[in-house]
């Protein structure tokens, strides 16, 4: 039990940085100030806010492997969430054995979100291994590169068969249990180059924007079905794939500029401020958002 003297209040330890008070109808969080922050707003005596609960929520997120998925997948992880993590290489052990370092309940499923069987295999694995599926974070896509005009047929059709059918298949097969439980929620991850135009990203960008229109029909075709669904549209971020292309470019100083001088804040973003709104989306604060598109830019979009 913790006791704040000047403040008059009591709550139970959450862990060894979190205090848990009720206050009324409110369930508030206090965490030491030198310590990461979340969703909190700063007061004199520390951070307080509303937690953003996952407790027991069954969470599949495809592409977690690394970068924002893997990212989402401990934050979600961090909040009480069962996850499961998905990944088309053996990466998503290591999201997994960060997940039980944390003491977070976990499965990992190996598979190709473009592989209807493999999608089919990975819904039924979360589906065995927790009973449910209460959040759907579709993550998993690729970013080739090239222009209408000299992009080959292999890399469309790759770019359109994961990073649009795989959305779309992946959705398939969760609603089909959402519809049974009674509801759910799904998170596409988009990207800005849905809505602003990138130089040298016409698959990636023609994919994207075809996520954003998905997104939007199935928030009508499944509103009813207490399913919501939402799209957040980072800009660049740096993940770890984006942080090697610099690395291995010719001249990696430059490549950087270029990534950061796109986006008015003249830096990239961070796998945790993506997550951050993907758990918002994701999360019962965010009830009344369907349909919506969350687009953190840097202000590129402006």
């Known amino acids: 039990m913790f006791v704040d003297q000047s403040g008059g209040f009591e709550g139970e330890f959450?862990?060894?940085?979190?205090?848990?008070?009720?206050?009324e109808d409110r369930t508030l969080l206090y965490r030491k100030?030198?310590?990461?922050?979340?969703?909190?707003?700063?007061?004199k005596k520390g951070l307080e806010g509303f937690i953003i609960n996952f407790t027991n929520k069954v969470v599949l997120i495809t592409g977690s492997g690394a970068g924002i998925g893997r990212e989402s997948a401990l934050q979600f992880a961090e909040r009480g969430a069962k996850v499961v993590v998905n990944s088309k290489s053996e990466r998503g052990e290591e999201t997994l054995a960060l997940l039980k370092e944390k003491g977070a309940d976990g499965i990992f499923v190996q598979g190709d979100v473009s592989k209807v069987d493999?999608?089919?295999?990975?819904?039924?694995?979360?589906?065995?291994?927790?009973?449910?599926?209460?959040?759907l974070?579709?993550?998993?896509?690729?970013?080739?590169?090239?222009?209408?005009?000299?992009?080959?047929?292999e890399d469309l059709l790759e770019t359109l068969?994961?990073?649009?059918?795989?959305?779309?298949f992946v959705s398939k097969y969760v609603i089909k249990e959402m519809k049974e439980q009674g509801g759910g929620v799904i998170v596409n991850v988009?990207?800005?180059?849905?809505?602003?135009?990138?130089?040298?990203?016409?698959?990636?960008?023609?994919?994207k924007g075809a996520i954003l229109s998905l997104t939007k029909s199935m928030a009508m075709d499944y509103m009813d079905g207490n399913i919501r669904v939402n799209c957040v549209s980072p800009g660049t971020t740096e993940t770890e794939?984006?942080?090697?292309?610099?690395?291995?470019?010719?001249?990696?100083?430059?490549?950087?500029?270029?990534?950061?001088?796109?986006?008015p804040m003249n830096r990239l973003a961070t796998s945790a401020e993506i997550a951050h709104s993907i758990l918002f989306a994701a999360s019962e604060e965010a009830g009344f958002m369907n349909g919506s598109n969350i687009l953190i830019d840097g202000g590129l979009s402006i």
């Open 33 to 43: 100030k030198e310590k990461r922050k979340h969703y909190f707003f700063q007061k």
């Open 190 to 207: 988009g990207s800005v180059a849905a809505t602003k135009g990138l130089k040298d990203r016409s698959a990636y960008s023609a994919s």
């Open 137 to 153: 974070v579709n993550n998993a896509a690729v970013v080739l590169p090239g222009k209408v005009d000299d992009i080959s047929e």
């Open 118 to 135: 493999d999608v089919k295999s990975m819904v039924q694995a979360a589906v065995d291994a927790f009973g449910r599926i209460d959040i």
């Open 161 to 168: 068969l994961v990073n649009v059918q795989g959305t779309f």
């Open 14 to 23: 959450l862990d060894n940085l979190h205090i848990i008070v009720e206050i």
């Open 241 to 263: 794939g984006v942080r090697a292309k610099i690395d291995n470019a010719e001249d990696p100083k430059a490549m950087e500029a270029m990534f950061r001088s796109r986006q």
